[in-house]
């Protein structure tokens, strides 16, 4: 009932421009009789037959070139809808991730996310330490470098900096290269250490405290 309803408001819309087709096509082979039969002011070639039998293919013609017009700037929108589809679907299947540092206690760790619901693959972590404008070797960068991890659609991985360091603040920061399939180039990323928490935090941070002290034994 209500897909007929909407029919009928959809042809209410467009009962002017039906109208208008209908009086044109009742109208204008009179309109044209009129045009064939007056006495012109000029030399014309051919007498009214041939006219009237022109006329209908000039029409025709006119009509097919509006069609090929009309049907070709409708395929350059279609495509420009589909390159925008191909677009959005290609950014929303990029793998991508984010780093926060984290600190739990005296463990001072990264935190990375896979913000993306595709698997990200082979990433490495390159980066530098800064305390202020001055780089610091305060972390062992070197570490990072060591592992490509490979990290499920919207998942998490932590990696242990530091298992007995005080709170930082927002002066120091680190600067990474993040290196992982599907990347062009490096994804550059400034990572402040501004000591914040995040929600679940305690339980994560606790199995994490546990597997440093297992490894330290």
């Known amino acids: ?3 007929r309803n909407n029919k009928r408001k959809g042809l209410k819309g467009y009962w002017h421009w039906m109208l208008f087709i209908l009086f044109w096509l009742l109208v204008f082979p009179y309109i044209l009789n009129k045009l064939i039969l007056t006495e012109s002011y000029w030399t014309i070639v051919g007498g009214p037959k041939e006219w009237l039998a022109f006329w209908p293919s000039y029409l025709s013609a006119l009509a097919s070139a509006v069609m090929i017009a009309y049907t070709a700037m409708t395929l350059k929108n279609n495509k420009g ?5 191909k677009r959005q679907w290609e ?3 990029k793998p991508n991730v984010s780093v926060s540092f984290c600190q739990l206690g005296k463990v001072a760790y990264l935190r990375i996310v896979n913000t993306s619901i ?3 693959r082979n990433l490495q972590i390159k980066g530098k330490f800064f305390v202020g404008e001055e780089e610091s070797k305060f972390f062992n960068m070197g570490i990072l470098e060591r592992f490509k991890i490979d990290i499920e659609p919207n998942g ?3 990696v242990v900096l530091h298992n007995n360091i005080e709170p930082l603040t927002d002066n120091f920061y680190f600067i990474l290269k993040l290196f992982y399939d599907g990347l ?3 994804k550059v990323v400034k990572v402040y250490c501004n000591n914040v928490y995040i929600v679940g935090d305690v339980i994560q941070g606790s199995q994490l405290i546990e597997s440093i002290k297992k490894s330290n034994r």
């Open 184 to 186: 062009e180039k490096p």
């Open 81 to 85: 809808q589909l390159d925008e589809l």
């Open 118 to 120: 595709v698997e990200v």
């Open 91 to 93: 950014e929303e299947h």
């Open 1 to 3: 009932m209500e897909e």
């Open 156 to 158: 998490i991985r932590n």
